[in-house]
């Protein structure tokens, strides 16, 4: 229970946004959580067994075949069982890199459900994620209402200074400037997270929490015993609601919103539901023993509870209202007026994700290489290179073909149906005192407590070691805020009987994981480890494992035995295999990196090298060092290319870490550009026409790839053009033919960002000495003035 509070903490600090994943971001934590399932395995004494007619053996094996199909999946894609590369994605360190957060969430999954069993732990669980939401909130009022302003002035007073800060390269003039400026005003906060979508995530679910644990604890005040929580938790509790509410509405997300509202209206109409049935059933009661009394009362409760589903829906009804007519002024933001945009926007990801699963039914795009395949099947007015479809069902679509959204369809199905029958068959009223281990509650309080404040430590310690210390003076407030809440709750939960019944427990958590899910329906983090961490764990309370009647029986145990050792053998191989393929070699590749900064930035461009190629041979799946590695060889040839064109020495060396990187790249048009405008800045300094026919056939594999890139459409053509004046154009396709092209796509679906007047691209001409240092850009527009002229 402590490293399942371990593990909760570092997510919410370390959430790792999907391209994050996808560069191995999230390894240490699934690393830890497979071993920590593994241990969890064993002394839990769990082990498979096939019970195919039991629907809660199914909520157990349906996320296990989904995440081994997505992790089959992504060894197939990325090209692992192929002797050449696959004809779109193939890039193997990505999708296996997203695949182990499949293992790794299933794992979780599976351990948590038996870990939260216990009534007890499940209270404390619902305790932590309100405290963590608590958290969130604090953040992102801290940063909507004092830092955003400060960082604004200071990005006034010196943009470059603020964009070098930051590590991004977005010139003035270009598309990227105007999109990073975009979002810092208009993006909303994102607090811990890498966008303001993924963390309405949690702060939606929370408010659905809150609101929950406040809706349950209503009726108790009136009691006089010991079931009666304490007014201060109420407090809190209502307090960190209003919190949640508050910084939802601050981050813009009208997923967000409107899952809370949707949930909200769903929760009222299965209670009135409910109410009415129980009504029904005491009137038969009542009229079969002919009790009067006991026929009225229930006709007094069915109106009282009427007239409270009509207020709160009114009251719901009149939100939204007020959102839809002052939402832009309120919100400070386009909350209304682009809301039809943005539906239009989701309309075209999730067609071309169904492009994709056409094409590749049985394994989609694979995990981890959705952005590259996407790439291929963009709509041509969709002008965003997005990382995943906005859409939970559409994501695993793409990660695991229809056999995976299959596998998702029968998730929710069958904890669907446990949670309903575990809701019939629970008692309504509390339980009795005796059955309640005063004892037990003390070591949960003592474990959530404990793991809770190590996570915190160790969060803060590993920010001093590595510099990636989280915002200090928004955590100033939000740390005490998070403990103090958890504090009060772990000591409301010793001193009253019950806090929680175990169906209010499910109801609460059921309730808060629809929100997330009506959430991902229209948004991103579906494999967002600080989005879904917090699913997992509320479907884990709502879904809980319930042990059959024969589990303690000895034949049972003995019989048992032996598949529980080849479970944790299985997961201790998935350990291995996942530390050596692809923890190892990812971090050795991010430590190369950085001290190959740090070495270029003192000038020392012959150390940088040396670690750059060490680390090529530890990570042979990694193309940013290969890429980088090129870069440096290539501006190492440009004075010599200068004084003698056909220098033949260093011209074999820079050209083999061009293959090197052409290789390590795939299918990723970005990279293959990338590399291109290294051979077009030979061209820039020499004028080797050999050059330019080189970059054309790598822009060409690259439009192919992403035939709606207007950019790269504009950069061919440019090449294009040179090369028909220097008598060595294509036989198939014109220069003019792809300006015309480009001018279509930058004028595809009305969007600022994508004319070319925004586009930097190389002008494929000669300038000679005067661009050894850096490659000459110009706009697509200007550089394009030639096809006007024709």
Not at 111 to 136: E, N, P, W
Not at 238 to 253: D, E, P, Y
Not at 406 to 421: F, S
Not at 639 to 664: F, G, V
Request: glycine letters at 8%.
């Amino acid at each position: 229970m402590a490293f399942f509070c371990v593990a909760m903490v570092w997510a919410v600090y370390h959430p790792a946004d999907s391209t994050a994943v996808e560069n191995g971001d999230a390894l240490g934590l699934c690393l830890a959580l497979m071993i920590w399932g593994a241990g969890a395995t064993w002394i839990l004494r769990m082990s498979p067994t096939f019970q195919w007619r039991r629907t809660s053996w199914w909520v157990d094996a349906a996320p296990i075949m989904l995440a081994g199909w997505v992790f089959l999946s992504a060894w197939i894609t990325g090209g692992f069982f192929a002797s050449t590369q696959p004809a779109v994605g193939g890039d193997l360190r990505s999708a296996t890199n997203e695949a182990w957060w499949w293992i790794a969430g299933a794992t979780v999954f599976v351990v948590a459900r038996r870990l939260f069993q216990c009534r007890q732990a499940s209270t404390a669980s619902i305790g932590l994620l309100i405290s963590l939401g608590g958290l969130l909130a604090v953040h992102t009022l801290h940063q909507y209402f004092i830092s955003f302003p400060e960082t604004i002035r200071e990005y006034q007073n010196d943009p470059d200074g603020m964009l070098a800060k930051i590590g991004l390269d977005a010139e003035a003039g270009t598309a990227a400037r105007m999109i990073f400026e975009n979002r810092m005003r208009d993006g909303g906060p994102t607090g811990t997270f890498a966008l303001a979508n993924s963390l309405a995530g949690p702060l939606a679910m929370c408010v659905t929490l809150c609101a929950g644990v406040v809706i349950c604890w209503i009726p108790r005040y009136r009691n006089r015993d010991g079931s009666r929580p304490d007014w201060i938790g109420g407090a809190v509790v209502v307090g960190v609601m209003v919190l949640s509410l508050i910084a939802l509405l601050t981050t813009g997300s009208r997923s967000g919103v409107l899952s809370v509202m949707v949930v909200a209206f769903a929760s009222l109409g299965i209670v009135f539901y409910r109410k009415r049935a129980h009504s029904k059933s005491e009137r038969v009661d009542a009229i079969t023993s002919n009790d009067r009394n006991n026929h009225s009362q229930p006709v007094s409760m069915d109106r009282r509870t009427a007239t409270r589903v009509a207020v709160l829906a009114t009251a719901t009804l009149g939100v939204f209202a007020v959102l839809w007519r002052y939402g832009q002024s309120l919100l400070g933001g386009e909350w209304v007026t682009q809301a039809p945009a943005t539906i239009q926007l989701r309309s075209q990801y999730w067609r071309s994700t169904l492009g994709i699963a056409s094409d590749h039914p049985w394994f989609g795009a694979g995990p981890g290489n959705f952005q590259l395949v996407y790439q291929k099947y963009r709509d041509v007015r969709a002008h965003e290179l997005i990382a995943e479809p906005h859409n939970f069902f559409f994501e695993t679509l793409a990660c695991g073909g229809w056999i995976a959204a299959g596998l998702l369809v029968l998730c929710l199905i069958a904890g669907t149906l446990v949670y309903r029958r575990a809701s019939r068959t629970s008692e309504l009223s509390l339980p009795d005192t005796a059955k309640v281990s005063n004892g037990e509650r003390v070591r949960i309080a003592i474990a959530v407590g404990i793991g809770t404040v190590l996570a915190f430590m160790a969060v803060w310690y590993m920010g001093i070691v590595t510099g990636n210390l989280p915002d200090f003076d928004a955590h100033l407030l939000a740390v005490p805020i998070a403990i103090s809440t958890l504090a009060i709750w772990l000591y409301a939960l010793h001193e009253t009987r019950d806090l929680l019944t175990d169906r209010q427990c499910r109801d609460i958590a059921a309730a808060s994981a629809a929100t997330g899910l009506t959430h991902l329906c229209f948004s991103g983090g579906w494999t967002v480890p600080g989005v879904s961490m917090f699913l997992i764990a509320l479907a884990a309370i709502a879904a809980k494992w319930t042990p059959p009647e024969n589990a303690e029986t000895p034949n049972r145990q003995a019989n048992t035995f032996i598949p529980r050792v080849a479970m944790v053998g299985l997961m201790g191989i998935l350990i291995i295999v996942s530390y050596f393929f692809s923890y190892r070699p990812v971090r050795r590749s991010d430590a190369a990196l950085s001290n190959a900064t740090m070495l270029a930035s003192t000038n020392r461009g012959a150390a940088a090298r040396t670690v750059l190629k060490e680390a090529l041979r530890s990570d042979p799946l990694n193309s940013d060092i290969a890429i980088w590695l090129s870069t440096i060889d290539n501006q190492e040839l440009l004075p010599s290319l200068a004084r003698n064109p056909s220098t033949t020495r260093q011209r074999k060396i820079a050209d083999a870490s061009i293959d090197e990187a052409i290789r390590r790249s795939g299918n990723d048009p970005v990279r293959l550009r990338a590399i291109a405008e290294l051979l077009l800045h030979r061209y820039q300094v020499a004028g080797v026409v050999d050059d330019l026919v080189a970059a054309n056939e790598i822009l060409d594999r690259a439009r192919e790839l992403s035939p709606t890139h207007e950019a790269i459409t504009a950069q061919q053509a440019a090449v294009l053009h040179e090369l028909e004046q220097n008598g060595k154009g294509a036989e198939l396709t014109t220069s003019k033919e792809l300006a015309e092209r480009a001018q279509m796509l930058a004028s595809s679906g009305g969007v600022i960002t994508r004319v070319l007047d925004l586009q930097p691209i190389m002008p494929a001409k000669v300038f000679g000495a005067r661009a050894i240092e850096r490659p000459m850009r110009q706009s697509a527009e200007k550089v394009l003035k030639w096809e006007d002229a024709e």
